[in-house]
């Protein structure tokens, strides 16, 4: 199976994992696209969603899905997204997509993380995916070299020549070389340095479920 159709079985399966009745949270990504198109298909079954990008956003009310504004909403049954990566006991790498604010926002008000995500995805420690941090403009210099100090390298992303600018009008450093040992620690001391607004480490609010595409089938990992 190509990739493209592990990430559609996957968005299929998670549609068990959606409750009648409920509004549910939706992640953002090319996996996750493939559950929206999924979804579509529940859309009378249930209320709508809150969505973690703008892209997201427009993807279901393409396909007439409505869109909650996460203020509206107290709690949430479930929260459906991908990850860039993702270990044994559930802690993720996220923003490959630089939605990874919102999607930390929609994962708090969730009562169940449920990750779909392709084979590729899991990893025996966390790190070797470049690491979406999004900071605000005026510290991205002090935040590369806090990560510099720890011998990590970090860069500015970029789209069409400039600074990516996301969806809550911040930038993303991304940055490689992080042996993440404790991804809990690393989260909550990365969090507090000025000016980061999120770190991609998803630990604190990890994964309960994992539904992984593989050429076997889904597999389903509980944490
Ligand atoms: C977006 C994300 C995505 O969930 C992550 O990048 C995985 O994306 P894809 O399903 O396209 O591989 O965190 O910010």
Not at 64 to 87: K, M, Q, R, W
Request: proline share 4%.
């Amino acid at each position: 199976m190509t990739q493209d159709e592990l990430k559609a079985l996957v968005g299929q399966a998670a549609l068990k994992y959606v409750v009648p009745g409920d509004i549910v949270g939706v992640g953002t990504g090319s996996t996750v696209n493939k559950f929206i198109d999924a979804l579509a298909a529940m859309k009378d079954q249930i209320q709508g969603a809150v969505s973690s990008s703008e892209a997201s956003t427009v993807r279901l009310k393409a396909l007439g899905i409505p869109v909650f504004d996460s203020n509206e909403v107290e709690s949430l049954s479930v929260y459906i997204d991908g990850a860039d990566e993702i270990d044994h006991q559930g802690h993720m790498v996220k923003g490959g997509g630089a939605a990874l604010t919102r999607e930390k926002i929609v994962a708090a008000q969730s009562k169940q993380f449920v990750c779909i995500a392709d084979e590729s995805k899991l990893v025996d420690a966390l790190g070797a995916f470049p690491l979406p941090v999004e900071v605000i403009p005026m510290a991205t210099a002090r935040v590369m070299r806090q990560f510099v100090a720890m011998g990590a390298s970090a860069v500015v992303r970029q789209k069409d020549g400039q600074p990516l600018v996301t969806d809550n009008g911040q930038h993303i450093v991304d940055v490689k070389g992080l042996k993440i040992t404790d991804p809990v620690a690393f989260e909550s001391t990365v969090s507090q340095w000025p000016g980061v607004v999120t770190v991609g480490v998803f630990a604190l609010q990890k994964a309960q479920v994992c539904l992984l595409g593989t050429s076997a089938g889904v597999k389903t990992l509980n944490f």
